[in-house]
């Protein structure tokens, strides 16, 4: 399968060449400027409509401004396209929605095959405790942009849906703050080389739940990333997620 990686200069992009090449698979980089990564040529971004020529697969982690951009482009090539970035405004999920509409799309804000189980048992939990006190706190590397997380915001997601309500999200809490009944405590930390950890704690009269996911490696995102990729490669247009793959 030939896959090109946007942002493959970065963190998790770097992460997934190792891994599709790895794999075996033919794989090109893109990003702000010509490099080299894992020993695989990486191209600037005026160089991605050529090289969509050859495409199964598309996988980008970069930035939501750069993912706007990109969104057009392979959409207009019709190669399938696999999101892993975070942090989009409403307008991003739009242009995504859109492309959807000529090639396939899968976003995922986690492409951990833990986080995907993690909501399926925040799900089972939160059902289960309706009247119990919600709390999240997610903590990554210093050098995240934006909070919370992805993933954060899909677990509220999911709590929301499981308890038929939004909840109020209290981002933090200081000075004279009693606890709104119908919050929900959203709590960020960014330090050092974290890859990621989320963790729901479901309180209730004596007794508390905690939900906990960690991320020991990038690889785990990779991994997921290209699994999705092999799976979306002939699918037609249209809006899948990560759960579809597992
Ligand atoms: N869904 C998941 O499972 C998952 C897991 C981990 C991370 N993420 C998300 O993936 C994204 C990337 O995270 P990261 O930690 O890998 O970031 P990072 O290390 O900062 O890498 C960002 C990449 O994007 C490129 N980039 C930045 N601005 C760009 C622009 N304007 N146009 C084109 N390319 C641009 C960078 O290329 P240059 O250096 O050449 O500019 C770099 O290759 C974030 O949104 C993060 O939240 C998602």
């Given at each position: 399968?030939?896959v090109v ?8 992009g ?17 990003a ?10 990486v ?6 409509p050529e ?5 199964d697969?598309?996988?980008d982690?970069?930035?939501?401004e750069?993912t ?7 959409a ?19 242009a995504?929605?859109?492309?959807s ?6 976003k ?12 399926r048992v925040?799900?089972a939990g939160?059902e289960?405790?309706?009247d119990?006190d919600?709390e ?10 934006d909070?919370?997380?992805?993933t954060a915001?899909?677990?509220?997601d999911v709590?929301?849906s499981?308890?038929?309500a939004?909840l109020?999200?209290t ?5 004279e ?6 919050a929900?405590?959203?709590h960020?930390r960014?330090?050092g080389t ?5 963790e729901?704690?479901?309180a209730?009269n004596?007794?508390v739940?905690t ?8 690889r785990?995102?990779a991994?997921?990333?290209v699994d999705?990729?092999e ?16």
């Amino acid at each position: 399968m030939n896959v090109v990686v946007v942002g493959a200069t970065g963190r998790t992009g770097s992460e997934i060449v190792a891994e599709a090449s790895g794999r075996g698979h033919d794989v090109v980089g893109v990003a702000t400027a010509s490099d080299t990564v894992e020993d695989v040529r990486v191209y600037p971004n005026d160089d991605l409509p050529e090289l969509l020529d050859d495409a199964d697969a598309v996988v980008d982690f970069t930035v939501p401004e750069a993912t706007r951009e990109y969104a057009g482009v392979v959409a207009e090539a019709g190669v399938p396209y696999i999101v892993g970035t975070t942090g989009f405004e409403e307008s991003g999920i739009e242009a995504l929605r859109a492309a959807s509409e000529s090639t396939a799309v899968l976003k995922a804000s986690n492409f951990a095959r833990g986080v995907q189980a993690l909501l399926r048992v925040v799900e089972a939990g939160t059902e289960a405790l309706p009247d119990y006190d919600v709390e999240l706190t997610e903590t990554h590397h210093n050098g995240k942009r934006d909070a919370p997380s992805g993933t954060a915001n899909t677990i509220l997601d999911v709590v929301d849906s499981a308890r038929e309500a939004e909840l109020k999200r209290t981002h933090g809490r200081e000075g004279e703050h009693p606890r709104e009944e119908s919050a929900v405590g959203v709590h960020v930390r960014r330090a050092g080389t974290i890859r990621g950890e989320h963790e729901l704690m479901l309180a209730g009269n004596d007794e508390v739940l905690t939900l906990t996911h960690r991320a020991e490696s990038r690889r785990v995102f990779a991994a997921g990333a290209v699994d999705a990729a092999e799976w979306l490669a002939d699918r037609e247009p249209g809006w899948y997620e990560f759960g579809d793959v597992l």
